[in-house]
């Protein structure tokens, strides 16, 4: 039975601070889908996107990030400019399977997330599960990449 059965309070409240790297929850991944998505959003090939926008860490493609500033490269004033084309990470959060445990929610995200505090309207669980599932889906595909890369 999940602490969430019930639902959760959450509603995004637009404040920027999930796209700016919080340790742990630091890299934008991007799957080969995402880099698609985002390449198209550009109006950049996905060659192009991925040598001027990604890193590679441990195999996995990552947004490229500055060590003298935390926030993303494609946060404009608090907001996203390539909304339409985020990647799947940035759909889902803070539905992520690392995160839907009462201690992670509670207390490290709802640190730096406003739309987990005070009273929100309710996510159901079924709404909650499809999104688990897309994150789930979509962090296989960054596993199946990496493993693929490093046995090259
Ligand atoms: S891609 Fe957009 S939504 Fe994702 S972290 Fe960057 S600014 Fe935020």
Redesign the pocket.
Known sequence: MSWWEKGVQFQCQGS?N??TSHGEYGF?YMTKQDRQRMAKELGLSVREFTQKHCDRTDGFFH?KENPQDPN?R??KNKR????AG??TQ?RTWPFWPEVMNAKAWKKEIASFCPGVRGKKPLVPAEEIEVILKEQKMSEDSLDQEARKYLSR
């Open positions: 920027g999930c796209c934008v947004l993303c494609f946060l996203c400019s390539v909304y985020r990647p940035c």
